[in-house]
């Protein structure tokens, strides 16, 4: 059981370049996402997902993109990079159902545009 | 649009001393609300609150829920210098959860 496993850890990237974020989860969790992080600043939502085949937009989707073709993988595309998108990235996941459940983490994703 | 705020955003407190960390949220379509320690990598996990008026405590840290008035406390007693960190509270909904911004709360020794 791995948990969820984030890659890159880091990554720098030119103006315009483009890339794919790796989020996948052993767990058979329902529900994954995608946040960023800013120096000083909490985490914000930018995508996230409810299954396979379902995502929807958070706080700050803009220049992102997502998709869910299975229940394990959730990745995250930045289509043409900005240094805006400079950040550090949480892929998470946990189940839906039920009263509440506890959210994990990926370790994170440091990114630089440059 | 749903928030969830924190309060105060920045704590500065010495050894010893006891914080109260504040969390509030608006939406009602509500599961559970967590709370998250973040030092310099991912959160990692402190609470979970499902229910009003039922407190949770691990060592030092306790943490309760009320879902009258939408809100959730976290309490540290005789803080150390390891508690220094970004607190994050986080509202589970039913399809979705929502972040606060969190409290930095730096422990002087």
């Known amino acids: 059981n791995a948990g969820v496993t984030q890659t890159p850890k880091f990554q720098v990237l030119k103006t315009g370049q483009s890339m794919t974020l790796q989020c996948a989860q052993d767990m058979n969790h329902e529900y994954m996402s995608w946040y960023r992080q800013d120096p000083g600043m909490g985490l914000r939502l930018i995508h996230y997902?409810?299954?396979?085949?379902?995502?929807d937009q958070g706080e700050v989707p803009n220049g992102y993109n997502v998709s869910r073709s299975t229940t394990e993988d959730f990745p995250l595309r930045l289509l043409s990079a900005a240094p805006s998108q400079t950040s550090v990235y949480f892929c998470?996941?946990?189940?839906?159902?039920?009263?509440?459940?506890?959210?994990?983490f990926g370790e994170g994703s440091w990114l630089t545009v440059v | 649009e749903d928030k969830v705020v924190q309060s105060p955003l920045s704590l500065v407190v010495h050894e010893g001393d006891t914080v109260t960390l504040n969390c509030s949220y608006e939406v009602t379509n509500f599961r559970s609300l967590l709370w998250y320690k973040q030092e310099k990598k991912a959160p990692t996990f402190l609470f979970m609150l499902?229910?009003?008026?039922i407190e949770k405590k691990s060592g030092r840290l306790s943490s309760i829920l009320d879902k009258k008035e939408l809100f959730s406390i976290l309490n540290i007693t005789a803080t150390q210098t390891g508690d220094s960190a970004v607190y994050l509270c986080?509202?589970?909904?039913?399809?979705?959860?929502?972040f606060g911004a969190g409290t930095r709360l730096t422990v002087k020794p």
């Open positions: 998470a996941s946990s189940y839906i159902r039920g009263p509440g459940n506890t959210i994990y």
């Open positions: 997902s409810v299954g396979a085949g379902i995502t």
């Open positions: 986080v509202r589970v909904g039913n399809n979705d959860m929502r």
């Open positions: 499902t229910s009003s008026g």
